[in-house]
């Protein structure tokens, strides 16, 4: 099937045309930029600019595609999760999109559809299941197991607090370096030196472990970082930034990796997915790709422009779900923010 995908719950606009398995356009409008000055994102200045980005990127992706309008077959949305506000603007669009045009509509989950990125990939293999999927980016910290992406999508663990990316972007504010923080505190700690500082690993004590195996905790960590700053002014040192950044992003990195490694081991899963814009991270994918090797985990990363948030991953998912046989969505649903990633499709029609 020729399918469109809307995706609009966070700060990129995500429009993305996909045919069957093979990806035809991708387009990603950002109001990170207008987001900067806040150091984070605005949620009413990202369902603004959702409205503003909407209609010339769905002409951008069309004309990329060599696509005319009356020729998708169905339209896919993300429903959630994400901010309410943003994911209103895409869902009203996508509704308005599949009755004016009379075509099935395809309401999706933002999580999963950053799983269903991976079978864009034409350099891959094709994903096989059971797999362990890691989302990290700047709303989420999810350790999923897949057994079968259009039916079985279980919640291992997530954050407790701040996302990982979330956390990159606090830390570097209180470096005094800009947002976002991610690709800062990156190109900071290369001159680095990562064992300078030990800094904690949220929820790693064994007795942590006893009940949140798989769940992230990253705010202590920022409050070592900030800690540890504070210390160093107030004794008229100067700050180590490669340093801290280099220690900083390596705590990241352990607990991420470590946890989705133990996952992959407990489950006998001897596969792991990467995904989320958390995933540009050099060092986490290093780290993740050697460690994995060492314990016989094959891990899998989408190109990056399919790992942060797009439209291409949302149209993948449901042309997946119409290729096994689902009913589309009915138009009785809403965005919904806290969308459990078990509901990998909403409202679909009996
Ligand atoms: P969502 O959570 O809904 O997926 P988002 O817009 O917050 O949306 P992404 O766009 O996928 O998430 O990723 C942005 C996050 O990734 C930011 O927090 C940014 O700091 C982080 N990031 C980007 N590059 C890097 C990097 N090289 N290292 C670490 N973090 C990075
Ligand atoms: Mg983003
Ligand atoms: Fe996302």
């Known amino acids: 099937p020729l399918v469109l995908g809307i995706e609009t719950s966070c700060d990129e606009t995500g429009i993305g045309i996909v045919r069957g398995r093979t990806l035809l356009s991708n387009t990603i409008a950002s109001?990170?930029?207008?987001?900067?000055?806040?150091?984070?994102?605005?949620?009413?200045?990202?369902?603004?600019?959702?409205?503003?980005?909407?209609?010339?990127?769905i002409e951008a992706a069309?004309?990329?595609?060599?696509?005319?309008?009356?020729?998708?077959?169905?339209?896919?949305?993300?429903?959630?999760?994400?901010?309410?506000?943003?994911?209103?603007?895409g869902v009203g669009a996508a509704k308005a999109l599949?009755?004016?045009?009379?075509?099935?509509?395809?309401?999706?989950?933002?999580?999963?559809g950053h799983?269903?990125?991976d079978i864009l990939d034409d350099d891959a293999e094709p994903l096989e299941y059971p797999t362990v999927a890691l989302l990290v980016s700047g709303g989420h910290t999810s350790l999923l197991l897949v057994r079968d992406l259009t039916t079985d999508v279980e919640l291992l663990g997530e954050t407790m607090d701040d996302?990982?990316?979330?956390?990159?972007?606090?830390?570097?504010?209180?470096?005094?370096?800009?947002?976002?923080?991610?690709?800062?505190?990156?190109?900071?700690?290369?001159?680095?030196?990562?064992?300078?500082?030990?800094?904690?690993?949220?929820?790693?004590?064994?007795?942590?472990m006893a009940k949140h195996r798989y769940d992230f905790s990253f705010s202590g960590l920022k409050t070592a970082v900030a800690r540890w700053v504070e210390q160093r002014e107030a004794a008229g040192e100067p700050v180590p930034v490669a340093d801290v950044a280099a220690s900083f992003r390596e705590a990241v990195v352990d607990v991420l990796v470590t946890k989705a490694l133990a996952a992959c081991r407990d489950h006998g899963v001897p596969?792991?997915?990467?995904?989320?814009?958390?995933?540009?991270?050099?060092?986490?994918?290093?780290?993740?790709?050697?460690?994995?090797?060492?314990?016989?985990?094959?891990?899998?990363?989408?190109?990056?422009?399919?790992?942060?948030?797009?439209?291409?991953?949302?149209?993948?998912?449901?042309?997946?779900?119409?290729?096994?046989?689902?009913?589309?969505?009915?138009?009785?649903?809403?965005?919904d923010s806290t969308l459990p990633v078990t509901e990998i499709q909403v409202a679909e029609s009996s």
């Open 31 to 57: 109001s990170m930029d207008e987001h900067a000055r806040y150091g984070g994102v605005v949620p009413e200045v990202a369902a603004r600019a959702h409205l503003e980005a909407l209609q010339p990127s």
């Open 62 to 89: 069309l004309a990329e595609s060599g696509v005319a309008l009356a020729d998708i077959d169905a339209v896919a949305v993300t429903s959630g999760p994400g901010l309410a506000g943003a994911l209103m603007v």
């Open 98 to 112: 599949a009755v004016s045009l009379e075509r099935p509509l395809y309401a999706v989950n933002h999580l999963v």
């Open 115 to 117: 799983i269903a990125a």
């Open 163 to 208: 996302a990982a990316g979330e956390a990159f972007d606090k830390v570097a504010r209180l470096l005094g370096l800009p947002y976002p923080g991610g690709p800062e505190i990156d190109r900071a700690a290369a001159s680095g030196d990562p064992t300078a500082i030990a800094f904690p690993r949220g929820l790693s004590r064994a007795s942590d």
């Open 271 to 335: 596969r792991l997915l990467l995904g989320g814009g958390v995933i540009a991270n050099r060092r986490l994918r290093d780290t993740a790709l050697e460690r994995g090797a060492a314990e016989g985990v094959t891990v899998r990363i989408p190109p990056l422009s399919l790992c942060t948030d797009n439209g291409a991953m949302i149209a993948a998912l449901a042309s997946e779900l119409i290729m096994s046989g689902r009913q589309p969505s009915t138009l009785a649903f809403g965005a």
